[in-house]
C-alpha cells in the first residue's frame, strides 16, 4: 500500500460520508494502486483508486462484499448477504496472480468441497471490472489507454519500431 | 487320418474363426469407451469473454520462435480477411493460433473464436500417421516429431478440425507444423500455455480436463443466459482436451457440429481388427481346406501304388 501525504484527507472524507466509520485507521483504502504484473511487456499502470472511489462512490461495485456491504449478485447473496469488512479487501487478496500455476491448481484440485473454484486470476478480475464500467460509462477501453508497451511488448505485438514492413508483408504467406 | 473326421475338423475350425472375430470385435468395442488419460490437462475457452486483442497470437508467435506475421498483432484489419469463397483465417505454418470474428444473428457484439489444435483424447491425426510421427502425451498434448515425419500429409486429410498445417515453404525437408500445447517450454513442466497466459480476459482457463467439464456445466446452470448449453470439445469425436462454451449457437461461429461422439478412429476400427484375424487365419485354413480337398486323391494314389508293389513282390 502506498499512501501520499494528501490521501488520508480524500480517504478520511470518502470514509466519512461513505459511513464506514467502524474500519480501522489501517485498513484505509489506497489512493494509488501501483500495478506491475506485466512489467515485462508494459509499463506498470498507476491506477488511480482515490479517483475511482470519486467516481463510482459505491466500493461494492468492484469489490463485491468485502467492504462491509452485501454482495449485489442473487447468486451471491445467498451466502454473502451481510458483508463482512477487513481481512480481504484488495484484488490480489483472493485473485491469485498466477492461477494456472502447478500449486494454485493443487488447491482446487485437493479441496474438494471448495465452493469458489472458478476463481478469475489477477489479471482477469482487474480487466473484467475495469472493461465492464469503462465500456458502459465511456471510460477507456484500447489496450494502450491504460498500458503503455515496453520495448519487449513492442516486439511481442510486432508493433511499434517492429511493425512489419510492406515489402515483409509481401513475403508473407499469404 | 485317425480320431478326427474330416466334417469335425472343418467345424472345429469354424467356430474358431468365429470366436476370433467376435472376440476382436468386442475388443475394439471397448478401446472406443477410452475418454483419455485420467489425470489429463485441458483448456476451457469461454469465447463470451474474448475482446479480439490477438495478444495470445502474439505470445504463441514468440514461444514458439515462429517468423515475423505479414502483419502487425495489433492490427484488427485481419478480421476483415477472407480466402476462397469467405473462409476465414486458418492456422498454418507462421501460426498456430488464430482469432477469427463473427457476427451472429441476434447478438449485440461480434464473437471472437480462438482456433488452435484441439488435443483430441483419442486423435485421427495420430491414427493415421504410418510413420508414428505423433504422441499423445499424458499431460493431454498431441505432440509430433519433426525428425520422423515424412510429409505425407495424411494427418491434415483425418483431422476433423483442419488444424495440422503443411510447411509448403520448404522446398527440401517440407513437414507438418501444429500447435503443441506448449509442451517442450511448459505444459511438462506443469505450466500453462503461452496464450492461456497472456490472455487479459482470461477467456481461456486451464486445468484437469475432469474438473474443468464440471466448472463449464457450473457455468452454464449460473448463467443460463450468457451461453448455449453445450460444451463443445466434451464429446465431440470421443472427446477433446480444449474445450468451448460459446454465447451464440456454434455453427453460428465456426463450429462443425455434425461431429460424432465417435473418435474418428471407430469409422475404421472394426474393419481393421478383420485384417490380422484374415492374415493368421486364411492361410492355415485354406491350406487345410486344400488338403482335405486333395486328401483322397492322395489315398487312392498311395493304394494304387500300395497294390503295385505287392503285384511285383508275387511276381518276384
Redesign the interface.
Known sequence: MRIKMIVPVIVATFVLVAGFTSLPAEAAPPAQVRIDQLSKDFEPVLFDHANHIEMVGDCGECHHHTTGTAAKDP?CMRCHNSGSSGERVACRDCHAAE????DH?KT??EDRKRYH??L??L??AY??SC?GCHEAGGGPTG?LDCHLRTESGD?????GK???TPT??AA??? | MSGISRRKFLTCTLVGAGATALSLKTDAFASAKLEGYPDSMGVLVDLGRCVGCRSCEAACNREQNLPAPAQSFEDQSIFDQTFHNGQKRRTDENAYTVVNRYEPEGTENPVYRKVQCNHCNEPACLTSCFVNAYTKTSEGAVIYNPNICVGCRNCMIACPFNVPAYSYSSATNPIIKKCIFCYDTRLKNGQPPACVEICPQQVMTFGHRKELIEIAHERIKTHPDRYIDHLYGEDEVGGTSWMYLAPAPFEEIGFDTTMNNEPIISNVKDFLGTVPMVLAIWPALFTGFHLLATRKHDIEHHGDDHQKHKDEEKKS
Open positions: 447468486d492461477p494456472f500455476s502447478a491448481l482446487t484440485t473454484r472458478d478469475l486470476g489479471k482477469a480487466h473484467r472493461m489496450c516486439a511481442l505485438f510486432r508493433a517492429h511493425t512489419p515483409e508483408k508473407g504467406h499469404h
